[in-house]
């Protein structure tokens, strides 16, 4: 099936991210324009309820610090031929490709982000500090994190068409559903957190 999905094209990778001034005020991060000057968005984060009382907006300088920070997005895709392939898989009833297929879409799309995030700790000079083993980058051993939309530490799918407001992830052929989902399924969505404490955390 990996043959067959580089030698039909069925996974057609695609990528979008940029970086943001920014600064934090109590749970929220707010979305600075260029010059830093103007609030573009902003997002609300869930805290802890319980030590250490995380919030992904901690991560960043506050407000009335007299500072901005540095945010970044990113969108990845392999995109909707893998979904269009899928379904005729399904409806031939060849449910065992069928399924081996979205396991390596859905797969391929998680590694792609993960590229793009080692991308963006490079241009952020932090990817000194990665693991020199993929065994250790599971156990993210790496600066900062990438906490993608709809889990524990930012779980409002809401969030996401603010996200498309300032990252125009339509240039890339995924667009929003009317709940808030990424369309093609194969798709992923995260903020990116310099911060050398920020790691995975359950609200």
């Not at 057609?12 to 943001?20: A, D, E, H, L, W």
């Not at 391929?108 to 020199?132: F, P």
Request: hydrophobic residues 35%.
């Amino acid at each position: 099936m990996r043959d067959k999905c580089v030698r039909e094209k069925i996974l057609q990778p695609r990528v979008i991210y940029g970086y943001y001034p920014c600064v934090s005020e109590g749970d929220d991060l707010i979305i600075l324009d260029e010059k830093g000057n103007k609030e573009l968005t902003r997002f609300a984060f869930p805290r802890q309820q319980k030590p250490p009382f995380h919030c992904i907006s901690d991560f960043f300088r506050a407000k009335d610090s007299g500072e901005t920070d540095v945010v970044s997005f990113q969108v990845a895709t392999v995109g909707s031929h893998a979904t269009e392939v899928e379904q005729k898989l399904f409806k031939a009833n060849k449910y065992t490709d069928y399924l081996y297929l979205h396991g390596i879409s859905v797969e391929a799309t998680e590694a792609l982000a993960e590229i793009v995030h080692k991308m963006i700790r490079k241009d952020w000079s932090l990817n000194s500090e990665d693991s020199a083993d993929v065994e250790g980058l599971f156990r993210q051993k790496y600066r900062g994190s990438r906490y993608s939309f709809g889990y524990p530490a930012c779980p409002n799918l809401e969030d996401q068409e603010k996200l498309f407001k300032i990252l125009p992830a339509e240039k890339i052929g995924i667009v929003l559903s009317e709940e808030f989902q990424l369309v093609p399924e194969q798709s992923t969505s995260a903020i990116v957190v310099h911060h050398p404490q920020a790691k995975y955390f359950i609200v």
